[in-house]
């Protein structure tokens, strides 16, 4: 039984480097969530896909910050031009909807962002 | 930014102590959720609550959904050392709108 699995859990990187997360959900889970959470401070959401569509965007996602999810299996986020603020734990999630096997949000282990 | 309060921040109890924690909220919540979090690792669902006055249990945990949906709470009894970690409430305004999260409570057990 698989899990979320994300890639890769570590990765520090200079300020103004690119760096590229990969999520792989539950098999069988339609909708593909990315969360970023700093120290002290509980998940916020920046995204969600449903299938390969993006649906949702949260105002934290700068325009250096692209997400894809080409044929609704995987996903990667991308950050452009990084800057320290960017430190963080990059969650990624999925849950199975529709009908009454709707279910809950089920998390991977975290890609933790370092940019010095 | 966080739209949820959750209290307390922190805790320190003695093992076999029951443990209370609560999440409220300015806005009302179809769905109130509970993860708990170890150092390093993602948040792992530990209890669903989806109707007001719902009391739900999972093992020695058991949660409640406030009757005015604006709150939830989540008792641990007789704690034990690997209960240590951060707690965290999320709520679910509607179907398709995202999850969102307190800042956590974090419990240490002292053995």
């Known amino acids: 039984d698989t899990g979320v699995s994300q890639d890769p859990r570590h990765k520090i990187t200079k300020r103004g480097q690119n760096v590229t997360f990969r999520c792989d959900p539950i098999s069988e889970h339609n909708r593909l969530y990315w969360y970023r959470q700093t120290l002290g401070q509980g998940p916020e959401f920046l995204t969600y896909?449903?299938?390969?569509?993006?649906?949702?965007k949260s105002r934290l996602l700068s325009d250096r910050f692209s997400a894809e999810r080409p044929k609704g299996s995987f996903s990667t986020l991308e950050i452009q031009r990084t800057e320290q603020g960017d430190s963080a734990m990059y969650l990624c999630?999925?849950?199975?909807?529709?009908?009454?096997?709707?279910?809950?949000?089920?998390f991977g282990e975290g890609s933790r962002l370092t940019v010095l | 930014g966080q739209q949820l309060n959750q209290s307390p921040q922190s805790m320190f109890i003695q093992e076999g102590e029951d443990v209370s924690m609560n999440c409220t909220s300015s806005s009302i919540f179809n769905t109130w959720l509970w993860y708990k979090q170890d150092p390093g690792e993602g948040p792992v669902l530990l209890i669903a609550?989806?109707?007001?006055?719902e009391l739900t249990s999972n093992g020695r945990l058991t949660a409640q959904f406030g009757i005015t949906r604006k709150d939830s709470f989540l008792n641990i009894s007789a704690s034990i050392p690997s209960d240590v970690g951060i707690y965290f409430c999320?709520?679910?305004?509607?179907?398709?709108?995202?999850?969102?999260f307190g800042k956590g409570t974090r419990l240490s057990v002292i053995a």
């Open positions: 999630a999925s849950r199975y909807t529709g009908g009454v096997r709707t279910g809950e949000l089920f």
């Open positions: 999320a709520g679910r305004r509607g179907g398709n709108t995202p999850l969102v």
């Open positions: 609550l989806y109707k007001a006055g």
């Open positions: 896909f449903q299938n390969e569509a993006q649906l949702e």
